[in-house]
């Protein structure tokens, strides 16, 4: 079986607060990689105490655009979260894969829609 390595969130962005973008991106950019090695992921929000969608989506949203679906649920195990930070988590996931599905289209949405408000 393949090293598993644990993140504790507090310790690589220095804070309880889980809530820019800038701290998000380093959560993905470290699981990325080490997903890419074949590691097993376990990342740990213990002693987080404020935790919102933009960071979920930065540090976990993202991989789906990098792996398969399949990929994350073996290879990533998150610990630590309350049962409202899990819901959370669980929406973000669920966007994500409908994203990264269709990407081109909710891109094009959006382009789109900035086009019509100017």
Same mark, same amino acid.
Do not use: P
């Given at each position: 079986?393949?090293?598993?390595?644990?993140?504790?969130v507090t310790d690589l962005i220095g804070s309880p607060l889980c809530i820019s973008a800038e701290d998000g991106q380093k959560i993905f950019d470290k699981v990325e990689k080490l997903?890419? @090695? !074949?590691?097993?992921?376990?990342?740990s929000?213990?002693?987080?105490?404020?935790?919102?969608?933009?960071?979920?989506?930065? +540090?976990?949203g993202q991989l789906y655009g990098s792996?398969?679906?399949d990929t994350?649920?073996?290879q990533l195990k998150? @610990? !630590?979260?309350?049962?409202d930070d899990r819901e959370l988590l669980k929406r973000?996931?669920?966007?994500a894969k409908k994203y990264y +599905?269709?990407?081109?289209?909710?891109?094009?949405?959006?382009?789109?829609e900035d086009e019509n408000e100017e």
């Open positions: 079986m393949s090293e598993s390595i644990k993140i504790k997903l890419k @090695e !074949g590691k097993l992921v376990t990342i929000f213990e002693n987080v105490t404020m935790l919102i969608s933009l960071f979920l989506n930065m +540090a976990i792996f398969s679906e994350v649920r073996t998150v @610990e !630590g979260l309350s049962s973000v996931v669920d966007n +599905a269709n990407k081109a289209s909710y891109d094009d949405a959006w382009l789109e």
